[in-house]
């Protein structure tokens, strides 16, 4: 739909310039529209194999193929490389980001973090031959590295710490940054011009130190200058005092960089590895939400509200020099101009230094968050991903054409899970039975690229680790016990859980439970193993605990030999623990919620697009329509007598006595009497039809789009060509055109 959405936006433009039919615009209108429609159908679809054997079998060894993906960084970390430059950019940052749920619980992002640490090491190991390497080439593990920290709340942090600032600059409507002596000459000519409706008669093309020889141009630079200065500052303050709102996963990444490039090149100054984390940190990932922060979401923009050029030009102004300030570099030659920001750059560059230096000290990811190789065998639900069919069955194939390389043991375990898939299927055989879809929405998935999107959900499991057996029932059973042993020592007290359990309770005790249960009862706690209910007793409860017990002794989970001490430990370990289980369901509600606004809105602004475009395409419609139907009034006219004319003639020496044209070539200057031109209006508003005839013979016609020339002098053309041979000055056609046909 976003795809759809560009190229819509691009035909609409195109109508504009009248350069294709407003039929072609309609076709594609519906076609919007129809996502609108079909939406709901498509994302309701099912597409999961659970309709033999056979198939469920294909689905658990690609649950086992994609945990062990998942889970063992080394595989993905060498196929990356083993792909071209084309596949590894579309497909494998794809499939990795849907491999890990784009980081959105701390497990996965714990293991992407893994993977693209053991990416960066290989990558600077194998393929980085010069430190200066990650500079000016474009690292692979780098790109998807900023690539993954922007899916994953990089984008928010950034809107965060930049947005303020940045609308800032957006809404300065007197701020106009442009530090090129040429483009500032030009500019002031082309105001100038079109201001008197006369030539300048100076030259257009000069250089810097003749641009600057006017006063008008330098005073108009230097002032650009202290404005860049002034909000160069600004940015560079905030980003220094923003550190912790950086993610950690670039920072980790940051930190990783620095020590690979250390083990690399143990020669290599301190200083030129930390302009290396600073490339990373501040041009790869700070760098693009300054200069386009619409992109970015840094800013809200809607469809009738794009950045226009000068503010473009005021955040790449600043980006610039901030990025001069990263890599300590400065102006000279040509830009010798600008040399008195030399000595601020190099004091930024000492403030940028430190803050690299700083970004690198982060902890692991180990104790980021909390997870060790054991954390797996104690999750009671297993992870999931949400996974296409294409995605599934590249990735099957890829892995068995570069098997050798990506394991080259022949007892690695990825060995015995690619046998058990067999030969890389075609799409269509893992798909679900469509009996269930209907006619329609098995319409709109019938060719292969819908197929292909079709999602299916892969609960991931360990091949080598035990099955839905006694193991996970012990399990279960290990949780509910240690929450009756802890209702049970709230209420009954001793040394040993043996002794409790074989100690009678007295009344007291037997009412203090009570009372606690029918407290979690009247608190309406969620509690899906609720053992003890209001009519057991505590004698009750012991009774099952101790039947509990010994089952679990049977399962080697605990020992009565130690009283039982195991499941005591593991209680207090649970405690010692509660804040970091809270302090993780809060951070991931946060995560959901942020998640969900960010969708809302994106679907917001992409409805807010569609509107405006269906309105665009209306107006057209109706202005067609409308064409000579009744007589067109200009809404530009002072007054109702004016006169607007619909052709005007004129020689070749008047216009050019009026500065329009400039020169013709092949023609002298006394000759230009014997050219007259003629300029018609047409049917199609702001377009003309200009033609040429020499000596009373007519020669050729050209039309003229009044937008078009809008557009040379909003890009700062003062010259265009006209019959391939007239120089014309755009500002004083614009300037002839607006007095004769709009009477301006």
Known sequence: MEQDLDLMDIKIGLLVKNRITLQDVIIHDRKLKKYKDDAGKLAGSTFLKQLSRESREKLEAYQHLFYLLQTQPKYLARLIFLLPQSKTTRFMESVVLTLYNYGSNPREEFLMLKLFETALREEISSKVSQIADIVTGNPLV??????????????????????????????????????????????????????????????????????LDHEEVRNLTNSSIASLKSYTQKFLSTIL????????????????LRMALHEKFPTASEKDILKIVGNLLYYRYINSAIVAPDAFDIVDCGAQKALNDVQRRNLASVAKILQFAASNKGFAGESAHLACLNPHIKDWHEKFRKYFRTACEVEEPEQRFGIDQYSDFTMLSKPTVYISLKEIVDTHHLLLEHEETICPHSDDPLHAVLRELGESPDIEPLLADTSTISGSELGSVSSMSQVGKAEVCLILTNKYEPVEDDYSNAKSLCIKTKKMIVDLIRCQKGDTLSEILHTPASPAEEAEYRHVVQRRVNQKTNNAMEEPRDDKTLADVKRIIVDNLKQLEMACMVSSHNNYQSIINLIASDIRNQRRYRQRRRQDIVKLRSTLQGLRKKATFYQEQIDYYNQYVKMCLDNLTAKGKKKRYNPFRKSKSQIIHDTVKYSAAKLHEKGVILEIEGLPVNQFKNVVFEINTTETAGVFEVSAKFMGVAMEKVELIFQDLLQLQYEGLAVMKMFDRAKINVNLLIFLLNKKFYGR
């Open 142 to 211: 780098i790109k998807m590295i900023v690539g993954f920290t922007r899916a994953i709340r990089g984008e928010n942090c950034l809107r965060e710490l930049l947005g303020p600032l940045v609308c800032e600059v957006l809404n300065d409507k007197n701020l106009q940054i442009n530090t090129n002596p040429v483009d500032v000459y030009k500019a002031w000519i082309n105001q100038m011009e079109s201001t008197t409706g006369k030539a300048s008669g100076l030259p257009y093309d000069v250089t810097n130190n003749q641009a």
């Open 241 to 256: 005092r923003g550190l912790d709102r950086i993610p950690y996963g670039i920072r980790y990444m940051a930190k990783v």
